[in-house]
């Protein structure tokens, strides 16, 4: 059973930083590309990073860029998504993603932005706010 638990969420004011952690278990972590999406609001999903199995390859939406690093530690089955210099449009609760790589089309994905995700956890609320 896939299991993904995003922590690290919270309250910081613009300009500020949070590291978000997400913590993997059920599958061969290192197997896998990971990603985060985010959703605020009244909004559909928003794909904010991804990055490889081998997490040398890094990928960030134009929005992040230059800000936000992904990375991974396949010892430990964990993904991470440093934030700096926050705004109040990152506001939203972010998810964690694994990348559904070779495995089968089955009744449990997520499309974002033309990416396919089958396992994802509960989210972690991220608000940037004076």
């Known amino acids: 059973e896939v299991q993904l638990v995003e922590s690290g969420g919270g309250l910081v004011q613009p300009g500020g930083s949070l590291r978000l952690s997400c913590a993997a278990s059920?599958?061969?972590?290192?197997?896998?590309?990971m990603a985060w999406v985010r959703q605020a609001p009244r909004e559909g999903p928003e794909w904010v990073s991804a990055?490889?199995?081998?997490?040398?390859?890094?990928i960030y939406a134009h929005s992040v860029q230059g800000r936000f690093t992904i990375s991974r530690d396949n010892h430990d089955n964990t993904l991470y998504l440093q934030m700096n210099k926050l705004k109040p449009d990152d506001t939203a609760v972010y998810y964690c993603a694994k990348d559904i790589g070779s495995d089968p089309m089955g009744d449990n994905f997520w499309t974002v932005s033309g990416y396919e995700y089958n396992g994802w956890g509960q989210g972690t609320q991220v608000t940037v706010s004076s």
């Open positions: 059920g599958f061969t972590f290192g197997n896998y590309d």
């Open positions: 990055i490889n199995s081998g997490g040398d390859r890094p």
